[in-house]
């Protein structure tokens, strides 16, 4: 009896922890979505509802049209091309970087390598604004200003990336590396042949992070762009919709932002598994 007691006890000790975990998650879970459902309904809202106080909820009627109103009031499919141009050029040219960088860190012997890898490490503790002065310096004394080239070149970079598929790398067997340079294989061909197949989720992980953060970036692209043909969706958006009077038509920037923001979600939801299970096999081996 006391065994059995002790049995049941523990189940609806068990049981009170996974609705009290579930529990936890579907609050966290409806704190983050409330500002995408807040997004939504005010970009279906009616002008006089955006600014209705209290704020409604729900939209009385939904006004569909502010999406083609976004469309048409604002050069939204010119900054829709010029992201897609940075986020390919970046995507291309910072996976090359990445690959290397993390293929010389993991396989290759060279004075200072580990104190190199280990600044790379600590360039991630910094916060990007305190580069925005030192990058804006180097591009404009490269005359970059108001160019792809100054929207591109600083992204091409990323220590977490580069940290992720090193640390996947550094989990292929030793003696594949061995037995490759034995054959008379190079250093190209062994990264070519044999390491890229392996390590191609996480491959794939860095690229759709690196997409992502193209995406969302904001404050570099507001200050080295001043002509309104090479702004991007993240900040050319920002000041469209405002009118004569200065007031601005917080329905249609809901509504450009949910079309900014919808792409982003349904390549996450298609993706998710090779994101989870990149960086879940790049970050086993420490």
Same mark, same amino acid.
């Given at each position: 009896m006391k065994s059995i007691t002790i049995k049941d006890n523990l189940k609806t000790k068990s049981l009170w922890s996974s609705v009290l975990k579930y529990a936890t998650l579907v609050v966290v879970g409806l704190i983050v979505l409330v500002p995408f459902a807040w997004m939504i309904s005010t970009s279906l809202k009616s002008e006089a509802e955006a600014l209705y106080v209290p704020p409604l909820l729900v939209p009385s009627t939904?006004? *569909? @049209? %502010?999406? !083609? @109103?976004? /469309? !048409?009031m604002a050069p939204f499919l010119r900054y829709f091309l010029n992201t897609l141009i940075v986020a390919a050029c970046v995507i291309v040219g910072s996976t090359i970087v990445t690959v290397l960088a993390a293929y010389a860190f993991a396989w290759m012997d060279f004075p200072g390598r580990d104190i190199l890898f280990f600044f790379i490490l600590g360039s991630m503790m910094i916060p990007q604004e305190m580069l925005i002065i030192t990058n804006f310096m180097t591009i404009a004394n490269l005359g970059w200003m108001n160019s792809y080239q100054a929207l591109i070149f600083p992204y091409l970079v990323?220590? &977490? %990336? #580069?940290f992720l598929l090193r640390q996947n790398m550094m989990q292929i067997p030793r003696d594949l590396f061995t037995a490759a340079r034995i054959d008379g294989? @190079?250093? *190209?061909? &062994? /990264?070519?042949?044999?390491? #890229?197949? #392996? !390590?191609?989720p996480t491959i794939l992980t860095s690229l759709i992070l690196s997409m992502i953060w193209v995406w969302n970036i904001f404050a570099w692209p507001n200050l080295v762009t001043t002509k309104d043909s090479l702004r991007l969706v993240s900040n050319g958006l920002t000041n469209s919709f405002t009118t004569s009077t200065g007031q601005i038509q917080y329905e249609l920037q809901m509504a450009a932002a949910t079309m900014v923001t919808l792409p982003l979600i349904a390549l996450f939801l298609c993706l998710r598994k090779q994101i989870f299970s990149g960086m879940k096999i790049g970050g086993i081996k420490g």
């Open positions: 939904p006004q *569909f @049209s %502010n999406y !083609t @109103s976004a /469309l !048409t990323n220590a &977490f %990336n #580069i294989l @190079s250093h *190209f061909r &062994f /990264l070519r042949k044999v390491v #890229i197949p #392996i !390590t191609k």
